[in-house]
């Protein structure tokens, strides 16, 4: 339990807060960062240097070599790589960007997932950690997902995304009971950092895209796939999440205030999507039958998911350790139940088995 539940306020405490339980058979770690202090990769990297500081303080004589960190780029972690010539290069896409953005979230809002009627949890009750709801998908599963995307030209993430907006929009009509109408949403987190922030220090650089797209488009998973696919590619290819900052900059500044677009009142996303990747992967950790060995203990799950918003609902991560793909959620429980958060998830993983047995043609 803790006092303010989900909820750190960084004038107070620091944004981190870690609990472990454990019995004679296993221990259970779990790290509660602040988004505004670190993104997905340094919440990673700061679990592994525990890790791998616990490992050569259990057993010395086969101590690792931690990743360097040099504290003063920190001070650099907004510059995402631009020069000023880069600035004035992208200021036409920034322009567009401060633009498009607001006036695309005005006109066709994202809307929010429906959810079935639920009593509000007792103030006892929020005070107790999240258990987060996850599903996972076997190797044999992930190799047939991956051969699905790489047969279609797109990428297994593009393929993970768009599956979970037509589990969302099927999600949407089982509660409702009716056709589906409208626009979902997925923002997706995009890792800013460029080569010299290799050494970074625990931080958050990470800018975010929405994904905005209507039920028509949902009802024909191929075209969706392949919008998907080229909406990625040109996030990629142009940077284009690093106009997030410029678009709340401008908000902030000449609209007054953030809460005009993104309040409390307002569903910016119908969920968050995160693709973590493989977890641990560069590690320096050993390894026992490719679980990570830290001196006496050995790592057998990891489990992480991004946090949510008003109207936001839920939030999803996908990562894959030992060759698994694992579905987690986190979930606003003065919304929903962790009965209603895990059928969300096993909708999505529903519609990836789906995907993975009828080669990547949803359905």
């Given at each position: 339990e803790h006092p303010d539940a989900a909820s750190i306020n960084l004038r107070h405490e620091p944004g981190l807060r870690t609990w472990a339980r454990y019995d004679d058979e296993q221990t259970e770690l779990r790290f509660h960062f602040h988004h505004s202090c670190s993104d997905g990769i340094g919440a990673y990297?700061?679990?592994?240097?525990?890790?791998?500081?616990?490992?050569?303080?259990v057993t010395p004589d086969e101590a690792v070599t931690l990743r360097p960190v040099r504290p003063e780029l920190l001070k650099q972690r907004t510059r995402m790589g631009r020069t000023w010539w880069r600035y004035l290069l992208r200021l036409p896409l920034t322009l567009i960007a401060v633009v498009a953005s607001p006036?695309?979230?005005?006109?066709?809002?994202?809307?929010?997932?429906?959810?079935?009627?639920?009593?509000?949890?007792?103030d006892g009750d929020l005070r107790t950690v999240v258990d987060m709801p996850a599903e996972k998908l076997g190797k044999e599963e992930v190799s047939r997902l991956a051969k699905a995307a790489k047969a279609q030209g797109v990428s297994l993430n593009d393929l993970l995304m768009r599956d979970t907006m037509v589990a969302l929009k099927a999600w949407n009509e089982?509660?409702?009971?009716?056709?589906?109408?409208?626009?979902?949403?997925?923002?997706?987190?995009?890792?800013?950092?460029?080569?010299?922030?290799?050494?970074q220090t625990v931080t958050n650089i990470v800018g975010m895209a929405p994904i905005n797209v209507s039920a028509k488009q949902i009802d024909n998973p191929a075209g969706l796939l392949r919008f998907i696919a080229i909406v990625m590619r040109y996030y990629k290819r142009f940077q284009l999440a690093i106009e997030f900052q410029s678009v709340i900059t401008v908000l902030e500044r000449f609209f007054g205030?953030?809460?005009?677009?993104?309040?409390?009142?307002?569903c910016s996303a119908t969920a968050t999507f995160s693709n973590v990747g493989r977890?641990?992967?560069?590690?320096?950790?050993?390894?026992?039958?490719?679980?990570?060995?830290?001196?006496?203990?050995?790592?057998?799950?990891?489990?992480?998911?991004?946090?949510?918003?008003?109207?936001?609902?839920?939030?999803?991560?996908?990562?894959?350790?030992?060759?698994?793909?694992?579905?987690i959620a986190n979930y606003d429980r003065l919304a929903m139940s962790h009965d209603t958060a895990h059928e969300i998830v096993k909708c999505v993983v529903k519609q990836l088995r789906t995907s993975a047995a009828v080669g990547g043609s949803a359905s």
């Open positions: 990297r700061f679990i592994d240097d525990v890790l791998c500081l616990y490992h050569n303080r006036l695309e979230f005005k006109l066709a809002p994202p809307r929010e997932l429906q959810l079935p009627t639920f009593k509000r949890p007792e089982r509660v409702s009971g009716e056709p589906f109408r409208g626009r979902l949403g997925l923002v997706v987190p995009f890792n800013l950092r460029s080569a010299e922030d290799d050494e205030s953030l809460n005009t677009f993104v309040g409390p009142n307002h977890v641990f992967s560069d590690s320096p950790l050993p390894r026992i039958d490719d679980r990570l060995r830290a001196g006496n203990l050995t790592l057998a799950v990891v489990e992480s998911a991004p946090p949510i918003r008003p109207h936001t609902w839920v939030s999803f991560t996908t990562l894959s350790y030992l060759g698994d793909l694992t579905v």
